[in-house]
T-cell receptor, first 116, second 116 residues
């Protein structure tokens, strides 16, 4: 099993360009997440998808859109990239909660994005 | 709102020393989950442990141990006899009912440097 995969690994964009970050998981997880990691800031949630067909905003959703294409895939789109979106982006997945239980998330290798 | 504080930005130790990474959390919920993740220099995020709020037993896994104290809202992580391979950034994270379907609130991380 590959776990959680992300493409691309690295990307450089110019301000105003658009791009889509791809994420796929093969663990049959219901829930998927997108985080960004900035120096000294930890990881912050951008969007998540509790299950196929649903998406919700996280802590820092401005400037991003997401699509839960199917159970396996969850993409993150930057419509008009800005230098403030320079970051490392992580996708994660987890089993849906069992009652009150919150399950651990499994992370992809990350995408390092630079916006000039 | 939920919050996780890792007050130690960076810790440097010499191999074989014991080291404790602190984590203090805030939540209004009585049911919540705490996690530790490791991010080695290669960049991926590795899940280490999940603990729910009803289980205050300390846990030991090899050289790793975790001390959960609800009275002080802390979930500290100790590495015994540290090794160079333990060098990484360690994140503490919280998930509660306000977290939006098992989403994680991360601390800013503690960078651990273990020198030979």
């Amino acid at each position: 099993n590959a776990g959680v995969t992300q493409t691309p690994k690295f990307q450089v964009l110019k301000t105003g360009q658009s791009m889509t970050l791809q994420c796929a998981q093969d663990m049959n997880h219901n829930s998927m997440y997108w985080y960004r990691q900035d120096p000294g800031m930890g990881l912050r949630l951008i969007y998540y998808s509790a299950s196929e067909g649903t998406t919700d905003k996280g802590e820092v959703p401005n400037g991003y859109n997401v699509s839960r294409l199917n159970k396996r895939e969850f993409s993150l789109r930057l419509e008009s990239a800005a230098p403030s979106q320079t970051s490392v982006y992580f996708c994660a997945s987890s089993e849906a909660p069992s009652g009150p239980a919150h399950n651990e998330q499994f992370f992809g290798p990350g995408t390092r994005l630079t916006v000039l | 709102a939920q919050k996780v504080t890792q007050a130690q930005t960076e810790i440097s130790v010499v191999e074989k020393e014991d080291v404790t990474l602190d984590c203090v959390y805030e939540t209004r919920d009585t049911t919540y989950y705490l996690f530790w993740y490791k991010q080695p220099p290669s960049g991926e995020l590795v899940f280490l442990i999940r603990r729910n709020s009803f289980d205050e037993q300390n846990e030991i896994s090899g050289r790793y141990s975790w001390n959960f104290q609800k009275s002080t809202s802390s979930f500290n992580f100790t590495i015994t006899a540290s090794q160079v391979v333990d060098s990484a950034v360690y994140f503490c994270a919280l998930s509660d009912s306000n977290s939006g379907y098992s989403t994680l609130t991360f601390g800013k991380g503690t960078m651990l440097l273990v020198s030979p």
